[in-house]
């Protein structure tokens, strides 16, 4: 209602300053009124009967209370005088009202830090209730009503616990990403028409590709001879990982179980044609032709070689990953820059790999 009336007044008060130049203060205040009347009339076309919102009733209780009777007796309105008066001291008694209350009724306002607070805590813990929150808050030195929690999350259309405890699959395996790995085998054609089999691996949680080789003949033996050198890759890095997913391709022998389970990584097979049970090694692999594979023809051994280290090197020092909030699997994210002097002088230069198939854009030094 306070807003309507201050829209009414303010528009009126620029018509009448519109017409004071022209016409008496009696005249200006009855146009004043018609106008009103017909936006009224208008605004309610179709019904018997007018009818007035509060933000009308104290704009022509506001505007008529100065009015001369034989003025307002020529005023066409489709209320009675007593109507305007009743209007008038209802308006006063609100006036009156507003004036004598305090200036800070009821309790004060929850503090907006806390109010983030509890929602972070609740955003970050799923199965933590109302009550729960508030017990962490009093851990925290912090002492509201647990009631106040309550609230804060029922403004905020946060459910309560029970209903906020399901637990979506990305969810459950971003934990066990740490101890994950992935490994498969490709297919490269060469230009001759040989047929290269590239042996891959991924760390699910920071993404880190490991090619370990490449041969038109994947033997026992070098299957095997990659499975050691894998395990020796992850002692250098201080690698945790327990477990490895890879598909049912008969290029595994037995032995290559063998040699993770002595390092202490479990293989985990998985179901027979269901690709989407090793999805991030199958990510990769399209990553990779995409990028590089089908933009290049490959002349031999050496050269798919040369350039699967090249992008192996690309990928987990320079490329970012949406899956890891696009950081770099092995070099976090620069601070951002907040110079401005700095920003408006850019210096940004290329870094071409593999004749310009990959870019990588630096910082001028």
Known sequence: MLLRLAYLSMTNAFALLRLLPTSDRGKDVQILVLRH?????????????PRFSPADRAFLAAL???????????????????????????????????KSRPERPGRPQTPRSIRLLVLRLARENPTWGYRRIHGELLVLGIKIAASTVWQTLKDAGIDPAPDRMSTTWADFLRPQAQALLACDFFEVPTVSGTRLYVLAVVEHSSRRIRVLGATAHPTAAWVS??????????????????????????K???????IL??????????GVRIPRMNAIMERWIKTCRHELLDRTL??????????LREYEQFYNIHRPHQGIANTRPLHPLPPPITDRAQISNLDVRRRQRLGGILNEYHHAA
């Open 37 to 49: 009347q017909i936006t009224i009339l208008e605004r309610q076309l179709g019904k018997t009967r």
């Open 64 to 98: 008529l209370r100065r009015v001369p009777a034989t003025v307002l007796r020529q005023f066409q309105l489709p209320v009675r005088p007593e109507t305007i008066l009743r209007w008038h001291r209802d308006l006063l008694a609100r006036s009156h009202g507003a």
């Open 225 to 250: 001879q990659a499975a050691k050198n894998l395990v020796m890759d992850l002692d250098d890095a201080g690698n945790s990982a327990r477990f490895l997913i890879r598909d049912r391709d008969g």
């Open 252 to 258: 595994f022998p037995a032995l290559f179980d063998a």
């Open 261 to 270: 389970a002595d390092a202490g990584i479990r293989v985990v097979l998985s």
């Open 298 to 307: 490959i002349w031999n051994h050496q050269h798919l070689l040369h350039a």
